[in-house]
């Protein structure tokens, strides 16, 4: 099957069959020193171009990375990021330096500015699509959560301290 051009292999793992799907920042990559890049109100001022491209200095969430790791080889682990296609490059090799284990990356293609609930979302039904059985998948956004639940999919919640301070009608459930 041809894939995406958004998606990255990083094994010979054909995607597909058990999975686990991870976020990046806050989860695997600690994006704190980032944020200041995101205090406007309205999405339209924010310094995205700033917050992604500062992502090399990324600290590794050692939580995070030993979780990835410990993942039985029997499921395809993916890591979906909302990050921007421009970044792919400092993306990969970060994952490759902090020896973060994963079979596919899969980050926003050329103009796919959605919102990070419905870009994910659509990413999720063409893993789904490509026979991926998501049996869990992991995120700091407390919308993305909600989400997954509501496509069916067994979520987890990782708190990274990032939505603290925004007024989200989400439930923790």
Not at 28 to 34: E, L, S, T, V, W
Request: aromatic letters at 10%.
């Amino acid at each position: 099957m041809t894939h995406p051009a958004n998606w990255i292999a990083n094994s010979d793992r054909a995607i597909g069959g058990r999975t686990i799907v991870f976020d990046l920042d806050g989860v695997i990559a600690d994006a704190g020193h980032r944020q200041h890049f995101l205090q406007a109100e309205r999405s339209s001022d924010k310094d995205w171009h700033g917050f992604f491209h500062s992502c090399v200095d990324d600290p590794v969430v050692e939580q995070g990375r030993q979780l990835i790791g410990s993942i039985s080889d029997e499921f395809c682990v993916v890591i979906l990021t909302a990050r921007i296609h421009e970044t792919r490059k400092k993306t990969v090799t970060w994952l490759a330096a902090n020896r973060v284990r994963h079979d596919w990356l899969i980050l926003r293609g050329p103009r796919e500015g959605a919102p990070s609930t419905e870009w994910k979302g659509h990413q999720l039904a063409q893993l789904r699509e490509a026979g991926a059985e998501i049996e869990l998948a992991l995120d700091d956004d407390p919308r993305n959560t909600a989400m997954f639940r509501d496509m069916g999919l067994t979520a987890m919640y990782v708190h990274s301290g990032y939505y603290d301070d925004r007024d989200y009608d989400v439930e923790f459930r």
